[in-house]
Nanobody, 126 residues
Framework: QVQLVESGGGLVQAGASLRLSCAAS???????????IAWFRQTPGKERDFVAA????????YYADSMQGRFTISRDVAKNTVYLQMNNLKPEEKDGYYC????????????????WGQGTQVTVSS
């Protein structure tokens, strides 16, 4: 089992930056066969949207088109933690941000992920 805990959300003005963290406890990501860690975001009442993912072993990254160039996903193997650096935030990006882990590879679909954190709220004022 893996427990994921997100942190780093908050209230910022449009154009500001935030760095989210996803810390894992329990089983380490590297013990899975093909682990990918992703960030999704969700507005209440809507589906979770893919933001970015990183393959734990190769560090290959994937981004949703609208985040390319502004968001950066990274990992710290020693800390078993994944980060999401978000720059130039926009008011419409106000959402709950969720970390998820897949044992069998990355996907843009939330159903493909095996473990989820509780989320951290990001609010962007205009």
């Amino acid at each position: 089992q893996v427990q994921l805990v997100e942190s780093g959300g908050g209230l910022v003005q449009a154009g500001a930056s935030l760095r989210l963290s996803c810390a894992a406890s329990g089983r380490t990501f590297g013990t899975f066969s093909n682990p990918d860690i992703a960030w999704f975001r969700q507005t209440p009442g809507k589906e979770r949207d893919f933001v970015a993912a990183i393959h734990w072993k190769s560090a290959q990254t994937y981004y949703a088109d609208s985040m390319q160039g502004r968001f950066t996903i990274s990992r710290d193997v020693a800390k078993n933690t994944v980060y999401l650096q978000m720059n130039n935030l926009k008011p419409e990006e106000k959402d709950g941000y969720y970390c998820a882990a897949s044992k069998y590879g990355a996907s843009v679909y939330a159903v493909a992920y095996d473990y989820w954190g509780q989320g951290t709220q990001v609010t962007v004022s205009s």
